[in-house]
């Protein structure tokens, strides 16, 4: 079975602080993926990576940048955290063109106060 | 808990009975369709998938129908279990090599033991 692991499941952190959310996959997946999940707004994609190295900005990159250094993890980086980051953050990988089930994390709940 | 369900449409079923779930995808181009089932705390969960070039596929308890004269999805679930209750979303593909989906708002069912 496909494994997608997320380093925290919950997360305090105060405005202003560099915040790291990491992932790693152990299918030899080539893609990976961060989005936010919100009430009422649903999934939201933040970036995207679909190789080593390799990053495409989602929907919503504005404050947040992402790191692929190996293949199986993908982190997520909060330059500089704000309240209006406190959210659910899911990452997801899949395996490449034409397979487009996407695997998922349990989620890290993060809270900026 | 898990705020995910709020300001999501509900529907609530007696535990036994079937259970239809819509879906209105955007984009006529989408191929690829998946059901994914989230419940509290957790990550989503794949269920089902199908590809439009086919208008049902049967699982374990599972259908889903691709209508795409009107871009509508769905799942039934049979004899539903208190077990299903989750929010359960469809997601599409809309044709990007990378695997990328789009992402339903989703549904909350909840079973009436």
């Known amino acids: 079975d496909v494994k997608v692991t997320q380093s925290s499941r919950y997360l305090v952190k105060r405005t202003g602080e560099k915040v790291f959310l990491e992932c790693v996959q152990d299918?030899?997946?080539?893609?990976m993926f961060w989005y936010r999940q919100d009430p009422g707004l649903g999934l939201r994609l933040i970036y995207f990576s679909y190789d080593v190295k390799m990053k495409e900005k989602g929907d919503i990159p504005e404050g947040y940048s992402v790191s692929r250094e190996k293949k199986e993890r993908f982190s997520l980086i909060l330059e500089s955290a704000s309240t209006n980051q406190t959210s659910m953050y899911l990452c997801?990988?899949?395996?490449?063109?034409?397979?487009?089930?996407?695997?998922f994390g349990p989620g890290t709940r993060l809270t900026v106060t | 808990g898990e705020s995910v369900g709020l300001h999501l449409p509900t529907l609530s079923v007696q535990e036994g009975d079937n259970s239809i779930i819509n879906c209105a995808y955007s984009n006529s181009a989408s191929d690829y369709f998946i059901w994914y089932k989230q419940e509290s705390g957790k990550g989503p969960q794949f269920i089902i998938d199908i590809r439009s070039n086919m208008d049902k596929r049967q699982g374990q308890r599972v259908t889903v129908l691709l209508n795409k004269t009107v871009k509508h999805l769905s799942l039934q679930i049979a004899a539903t279990q208190p077990g299903d209750s989750a929010v359960y979303f469809c997601a599409e593909n809309y044709g990007g090599s990378q695997g990328n989906l789009i992402f339903g708002k989703g549904t909350k069912l909840s079973v009436k033991p």
């Open positions: 997801a990988s899949s395996a490449p063109r034409g397979h487009y089930e996407q695997y």
């Open positions: 299918m030899d997946h080539e893609n």
